[in-house]
């Protein structure tokens, strides 16, 4: 059964390529001590800010059978990105 609450998430962004509209992100996240790969972009500046986060398909097979709502967790992913909430190797700035 899904549920809304998720456990705990930490995002790290792992590369960052792009100019001030959008960016190429990769990274992975952690939760429930599992780490997983993810891509995004993220925009600026159009629209007010956004990122699009994409995950393979056998990862969102794991979080389903882990008991994780794989869509919930996205959005949360989105949000960290978004609000900065997220590790940035030494060097490379938040999107903006």
Same mark, same amino acid.
């Given at each position: ?12 962004? /792992? $590369? ?33 800010? $956004? ?10 097979? /794991?979080?389903? /059978? ?31």
């Amino acid at each position: 059964m899904m549920r809304d609450d998720l456990p705990p998430v930490k995002v790290f962004v /792992k $590369n960052a390529r792009g100019s001030e509209i959008a960016s190429k992100l990769s990274g992975y996240f952690v939760v429930k001590g599992q780490e997983f790969r993810f891509t995004a972009i993220a925009f600026g500046r159009i629209g007010g800010h $956004n990122a699009s986060v994409k995950v393979a398909k056998t990862t969102i097979d /794991k979080l389903t /059978k882990m008991g994780i709502d794989p869509e919930q967790l996205q959005l949360t992913i989105q949000r960290k990105l978004i609000e900065g909430d997220i590790t940035l190797p030494e060097g490379i700035k938040p999107p903006s």
